[in-house]
């Protein structure tokens, strides 16, 4: 039987947007959102879990809760093109989307830095 998860509370939600404005400088629209995942990897069925969405430059960002105090986040450019933290789970949800924000700032400027044209000549 799949598990239920408990909805993102108002403090979780609160330490998300501010995090995601901080980052941007500016007010960003956070969405609540559904997420399907397979909790463990030897799951057959699918996990319906609360999360958030944002879409800010181009990028997508998405945020579940696994369970109480159990979180886990990526960001997508096109769906092929999707990357993770590099840690399956956190169990602070502000670490965890901190740590989703920088990664995707440092894959941005890594973006920038190969797409502008080098000073040699």
Same mark, same amino acid.
């Given at each position: 039987?799949?598990?239920?998860?408990?909805?993102?509370?108002?403090?979780?939600?609160?330490?998300?947007?501010?995090?995601?404005?901080?980052?941007?400088? =500016?007010?960003?629209?956070?969405?609540?959102?559904?997420? !399907?995942?397979?909790?463990? #990897?030897? @799951?057959?069925?699918? $996990? %319906?879990?609360?999360?958030?969405?944002?879409?800010?430059?181009?990028?997508?960002?998405?945020?579940?809760?696994?369970?109480?105090?159990?979180?886990?986040?990526?960001?997508?450019? =096109?769906?092929?093109?999707?990357?993770?933290?590099?840690? !399956?789970?956190?169990?602070? #949800?502000? @670490?965890?989307?901190? $740590? %989703?924000?920088?990664?995707?700032?440092?894959?941005?400027?890594?973006?920038?830095?190969?797409?502008?044209?080098?000073?040699?000549?």
């Amino acid at each position: 039987m799949p598990q239920k998860i408990s909805p993102m509370t108002d403090t979780e939600r609160w330490i998300v947007q501010q995090s995601v404005n901080e980052r941007y400088k =500016r007010e960003v629209v956070v969405q609540d959102v559904e997420t !399907e995942i397979r909790l463990y #990897i030897d @799951d057959r069925e699918l $996990t %319906l879990c609360p999360g958030f969405y944002w879409n800010e430059q181009g990028c997508h960002f998405v945020l579940s809760k696994t369970g109480d105090s159990r979180y886990r986040s990526m960001f997508f450019y =096109r769906i092929r093109d999707r990357f993770s933290t590099g840690r !399956e789970e956190y169990d602070d #949800i502000g @670490d965890c989307v901190t $740590t %989703l924000l920088k990664m995707q700032a440092d894959e941005e400027a890594k973006r920038l830095a190969e797409t502008e044209p080098s000073g040699n000549s």
